[in-house]
């Protein structure tokens, strides 16, 4: 029996994820360079990416179906179909779950001895409750408090002014629900945005002033378990600022 679970779970497929490094070109032709890329899965979630330096964006395509691709202003870039594994993950977790049932039975058939003593072992010593769930990624709570960081150009395709080198952000996060509050009194940035935050990966996004005009801001980015800060902010996206371009800024900061 043990070695018929084995045999089941080795010939089950692994659940279907296949990365992929796609190149991101504009409207205009040209590379989209440090940019955030919306991306919408096949059951209607989005999640965000950030292009590197050449305009490739890397991301692992977990589930089968089509992905829409879009830049900051909503345009469709592409779209991506990944195809579905020949067994789900359903049917993999349930002959894993046999195969070790059958494990159990053959260890527990063969551990009594003649004298009927069906269990010597002590089955408490694992205490299984000294474990913390929050440890694998989960502890997102522990990532808020005050954060000062600076920041720098990294693409201003309209030559627009350059008004966000420093700030002061305060970080207060219920769950993985994120609000960001600027208490640096910077007014080209806005005095506070929402959004959320999975495993140290966020977004969040707010109207503010960048010169005097209202416009969008977008942040992407994450937070180390060392709690240092990188991220990307986004400045115009939705084409209200002068000649319809946006700008992006890096940023680091520390706690």
């Keep these: 029996m043990l070695i018929f679970g ?7 497929p692994a659940a279907n994820a296949v990365t992929k490094h796609l190149s991101m070109v504009g409207k205009n032709g040209q590379p989209l360079k440090s940019t955030i890329i919306t991306i919408t899965s096949p059951d209607g979630t989005t999640t965000q990416r950030v292009t590197d330096k050449k305009g490739i964006l890397e991301h692992n395509f977990r589930k089968a179906g089509v992905y829409t691709l879009s830049d900051p202003s909503g345009y469709t870039i592409k779209t991506v179909s990944v195809a579905g594994s020949a067994m789900n993950k359903t049917v ?16 527990g058939s063969s551990s009594g001895d003649a004298t009927g003593d069906p269990g010597t072992g002590n089955p408490g010593t694992g205490d299984p409750g000294t474990g913390d769930p929050g440890a694998g990624g989960g502890n997102e709570g522990s990532l808020g408090g005050t954060y000062n960081a600076t920041a720098t150009v990294a693409n201003n395709p309209g030559n627009l002014p350059v008004l966000i080198s420093t700030l002061v952000l305060q970080l207060e996060i219920i769950g993985t629900a994120l609000t960001i509050i600027q208490t640096s009194n910077n007014a080209n940035f806005p005095a506070q ?4 935050i999975v495993g140290g990966s966020f977004t969040a996004s707010s109207n503010g002033s ?4 209202s416009t969008l801001f977008h942040l992407a980015g994450s937070i180390s378990v060392s709690q240092s800060l990188s991220f990307l902010i986004n400045v115009g996206s939705d084409g209200t600022l002068e000649g319809g371009q946006a700008l992006t800024y890096n940023a680091t900061g520390a706690k």
Excluded: K, N
């Excluded at 084995?6 to 089950?12: F, M, P, T």
């Excluded at 993999?92 to 260890?107: E, F, R």
């Excluded at 945005?193 to 959320?196: I, M, P, R, V, Y």
């Excluded at 960048?210 to 005009?213: A, D, K, M």
């Design 92 to 107: 993999m977790i349930g002959i894993a779950a046999g195969a070790a049932a059958a494990l159990l039975l053959a260890t």
């Design 6 to 12: 084995i045999v089941l779970v080795l010939l089950a």
């Design 210 to 213: 960048y010169g005097g005009t």
């Design 193 to 196: 945005l929402s959004g959320t």
